[in-house]
């Protein structure tokens, strides 16, 4: 009973430390480059002035390219909560990969439109 005990806190304690390991951003997106700090993501703040950087050319108004909308909150929740959002800037197989035609978004910028629809894409 005792001998249960100490395994599962070192199984514990091995679960947190493993997490810590891999939470650390320098790691994920690599040394050297500028830490990509997604705390701070909200639509009007960082996904909005994205969109309008790079997507609202071509997804507004009514004849947006593929009927896709990314300019209006309501329409780019819409691309948010059926994936289609993030595998497109992802390049993912199966979607057409966006910016159409450009250069694939900055590996930070990808973090945080997966950042915020992974929070449910919040209106805020
Ligand atoms: C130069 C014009 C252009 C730009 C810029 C552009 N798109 Fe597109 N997008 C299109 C066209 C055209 C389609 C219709 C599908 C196709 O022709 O590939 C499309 C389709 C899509 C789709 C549907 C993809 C699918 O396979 O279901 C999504 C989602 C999308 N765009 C998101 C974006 C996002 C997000 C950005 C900005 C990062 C962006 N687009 C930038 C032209 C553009």
Known sequence: MKRNVIFMSLLAIGFLLNACYYDKEELLYGKGTTTCDTTAVTYAGTIAPMMSANCNSCHSGSAASGGVITS????????????????????DNGFSSMPKGGSKLPTCDLAKIKKWVNLGAPNN
């Not at 691309?79 to 390049?91: D, F, K, Q, Y």
């Open 72 to 91: 209006t909150y309501t329409s780019l929740k819409v691309i948010a909560s059926n994936g289609s959002l993030v595998h497109s800037v992802n390049w």
